[in-house]
Nanobody
Framework: QVQLVESGGGLVQAGGSLRLSCVAS????????MTWFRQTPGKEREFVAA????????RYADSVKGRFTISRDNAKNTVYLQMNSLKPEDTAVYYC???????????????????WGQGTQVTVSS
């Protein structure tokens, strides 16, 4: 059974940085496009960033462009989200998700993904 396990969340002051990691327990990790979403209570999951299976292309939400960087290491079955210049409005539970098809990623909604992690809490204090 495939598992995605996120880590790296925590409490940080505004302006600080965190790096999230998501490790996948799947031999064919390089076949999956990977996406980070985030969710706050009472709201739908929000697209944050995505990276193609090869790592050659990325996508970002406008709200994080220039501050967050998504990357992956296929040899380590891991996708990262480097978050800099954090703001209180970045506070959320962050989830990684895996999709074999690019369509769900382009749609920037949370439908159509094959696997999800359990989430990691990021809290940014003002």
């Amino acid at each position: 059974q495939v598992q995605l396990v996120e880590s790296g969340g925590g409490l940080v002051q505004a302006g600080g940085s965190l790096r999230l990691s998501c490790v996948a327990s799947v031999r064919t990790f390089r076949d999956y496009h990977m996406t980070w979403f985030r969710q706050t209570p009472g709201k739908e999951r929000e697209f944050v960033a995505a990276i193609t299976s090869s790592g050659g292309s990325t996508r970002y939400a406008d709200s994080v462009k220039g501050r967050f960087t998504i990357s992956r290491d296929n040899a380590k079955n891991t996708v990262y989200l480097q978050m800099n210049s954090l703001k209180p409005e970045d506070t959320a539970v962050y989830y990684c998700a895996a999709a074999k098809n690019w369509g769900p990623v382009v749609a920037r909604t949370d439908g159509g993904y094959d696997y999800w992690g359990q989430g990691t809490q990021v809290t940014v204090s003002s």
